[in-house]
Structure formats: C-alpha cells, structure tokens
C-alpha cells in the first residue's frame, strides 16, 4: 500500500503535535547539516556533540515527536530543509521510503538485514524491546505474565497498566500485533487492554508513575528503566520481559535516512556512517538509556552487560518495513479500542 498524506496525518493527530512545532522552523541553517530528529533530546543531544566533535560537521536540529516529523517531511516533499531524518521507530520512516535516497552498500552491510529496508533507504541504529516495567515493592516478579496477551484477560489482577497510545512506539507494537496475529485478534486485545489502561503521553512517563507508586505496571521499551536509574538510582522500577517468541517482547528499533533531496549528501551519509560506527560504541558503552547496538561487525562491540541478549527476547520476525503499510489502521484500531479519546 502506498503511504498517502492521510495516513500520516491520522498519526499526526493521534501524536497532538503541530507540523511547525514539530521541526521549529521551514528554513535550514545554509551552514549546517540538518537533522529531523525524532529521537529524545536528552537521549541523544549528547550523541550529536560527539559527531560534530570527531567530524567537525556542525549539526542544525529539528526536535519533534518521529510521527509529527514524518508528516512535516511529507508536507514539505524536496523543498524539505532536512538533510537526515533519525525515527524513533521504523514505522514513522518507512512512510518516507519515497523520498529517502539508496544507502551506500558498505553501511548497510554493516546491520541485520532484519532491522533495515530491502530496499535500502533507511536503517536501523539501536535496537529496542517491549517489556513491562513494574514496581519493585509492590509487584512480585513470578506473578507477571510470559505472554502480554494475559494484560487483555478481564480478570487482570495487578490493577491500572500504564500506556502511551499516541506514542509511535507503542503504534508499532501495535502494528506488529496486526502483521502477527491478525485484525480481528489485535482489536480483541485492545479492547481488552482498554479496561485496564491509564493513558500516559511519554514511556518516561509511565516509568515515572511506577516508581511512585500512581501504578504498578507499564508498557514501555526496555531502555527507559536506565534512563529513570541514571537519574534516580534507588527508584522501585525494573523490567520484565515477555517470552522470547511472544508479540510482547517485539523488537523495534531507531532508524536513520538521508534525504534525497538533501544538497548536502556527503554529510549527511557520513552522519549515517557514523552512526553505524563510533555512534554504536556511544550506546554500548556510554549511554545512558542501553539501547542494543545492531551493528554486529565492529570487533569488540557489544551490548551492556545488564540487559539480556537481543537474540534471546527479539518476539516474532516481523518485517519492519511492514510497519508502515497501514499506520492509519493501526491509529484507528487504537482509538477504537478507546485508548485515545
């Protein structure tokens, strides 16, 4: 299915953010590389120091929700001022396939072909899990469920689950849901889950709220337990994963592209080179959030040693690319399901 402005200003609308705000301004910077980046500032600011630190190639950057940005880049088509767009998830650049150039061999060489598009245009730079995080004092770890079809039951036990609908991790979960399970299963779930749901805009958020107790248990990805130990060491928060093989434990990742329309492509792919290289070691070894790196090639390179092996908690094979096939269903699916007033 071809990716239409509909589609992407129905997850622009379910984001509740504004094409202008989201990109802070039409023009680019004539001397600097733009980045539309749909990635937290306080995750990844520190990521672009170290670029411009070891490249010299100033960065000019556009903060703002991956859906939100996705569409201002639709809006925009080749008079877009962005060089390089850097996607929460792969579902909010999947929609921009048309208008993202080929990636160099040699880099995409570097990832799994499962974590890229097939047909080169965007790929993958961190590795992320859907986990459930809980309350420490409150919660016992044996009472959680290995599948998250259990969060679904009526006679759920553990009282309200913290969800952030509108955000575009938890609309591709949901839309991996969809390639996994079906339709008619998927909305079942959702309706399901919408009995016990509070609603929460950001995964730190609900993180947040489990660590002070407002609720004991919460969607989210898996690396926003070290974002809220780094800054409070002592929370009550820690993950659960899902069985290996279960729906719940889906494996998104960030993911990064160059546009095609960018006149500034020898920077922008050395952003993307970059990325794939040295930016690996930044998440491996220093940052704070432990995403999984995905290059599996740099000597040496490997995920922090307390989170459990990719391979062992990466759900179904679900094709990535497949996550943008539909985003106004998924959106739809979710309001329906009344998670999204």
Known sequence: MRRTAPALLALLALAAAALTAACGGSDGDGGKLVVYSGREQELVEPLYARFTEDTGIELDVRWGDSAALAATILEEGAASPADVFYAQDAGSIGILDGLLAELPADDRALIPARYQDPGGRWIGVTGRVRVMAYNTDRVDPGSLPGSVLALAEPDWPLGPIGVAPTNASFVGFVSAMRETLGDDATQAWLEGLAAHARSYEKNSQIVD?????????????????????????????????????????????????????????????????????????????????????????????????????????????????????????????????????
Do not use: C
């Open 209 to 341: 709220a489990i660590a002070s107790g407002e609720i004991d248990t919460g969607l989210v990805n898996h690396y926003y337990l070290y974002e809220k130990l780094a800054s409070d060491p002592g929370a009550a928060v820690a993950n659960h994963y899902f069985d290996g093989a279960d729906v719940g434990s889906f494996a998104n990742i960030s993911a990064v592209g160059v546009l095609a329309s960018s006149e500034r492509s020898a920077d922008a792919q050395a952003l993307v080179a970059w990325l794939l290289t040295e930016g690996q070691v930044f998440f491996a070894a220093e940052a704070e959030e432990r995403e999984y790196p995905l290059n599996e090639t740099q000597p040496g390179l490997e995920a922090a040693a307390d989170l459990p092996p990719l391979a062992d908690h990466g759900g179904p094979d679900v094709d990535l690319g497949l996550l943008a096939e539909d985003v106004e269903g998924t959106v739809q699916m979710i309001r329906d399901a009344g998670l999204v007033s």
